[in-house]
């Protein structure tokens, strides 16, 4: 076991490939280390809500999950015990693309946030959604990446 309580990008994206959901919907962990993390999604058209905008519930999937995981890059395993979000604007793009950072990491709380940016044919982001959560670490032992 690493010194270090946190998860690698490594053991981030085992246990992602392991959430049915985040395998489901596309969840793509590109960067994680040091108290943040980077995840993209691709847009698909079959998780819209009835205006065609991404549905609000895989905007806080993203957002939580952004905060999580940058936490766990700290802490280890977390669970939320308190998340909350903000919708600024529909949520419509070509990928989605969300930076957690962890803003305070205690033993027994856990502060994050997370930014959700759509990016369109161009390659612009804007930023659509935010999220704030506080975790609990769970003391759970560190995951094994897959052919570790």
């Known amino acids: 076991m690493s010194a270090t309580p946190g998860f690698d990008l490594q053991t981030l994206n085992a ?3 392991s959430a049915a959901f985040n395998r489901s919907v596309g969840f793509d962990i590109v960067a994680a280390g040091h108290g943040v993390v980077t995840i ?5 058209g079959d998780l819209t809500q009835y205006s065609g905008h991404l549905h609000a519930g895989l905007i806080a999937a993203l957002l939580d999950t952004a905060c999580g995981f940058a936490a766990a890059t700290l ?18 793009g070509r990928h989605f ?10 033993r027994r709380q856990v502060f994050a946030r997370a930014e959700l940016f759509a990016e369109d ?7 659509v959604a935010t999220g704030e959560t506080v975790l609990v670490p769970t003391g759970e032992p560190r995951r094994k990446a897959e052919g570790s």
């Not at 993209?40 to 698909?44: A, G, I, L, P």
């Not at 669970?79 to 919708?87: I, K, T």
């Not at 693309?97 to 205690?106: C, I």
């Open 15 to 17: 246990i992602n490939a």
């Open 40 to 44: 993209r999604m691709t847009w698909r």
């Open 75 to 92: 802490v280890g395993a977390v669970a939320a015990s308190h998340f909350s979000m903000n919708c600024l604007k529909p949520a419509i």
């Open 97 to 106: 693309v969300a930076n957690g950072t962890t803003l305070r990491a205690g």
């Open 121 to 127: 044919e161009q390659g612009e982001l804007s930023l």
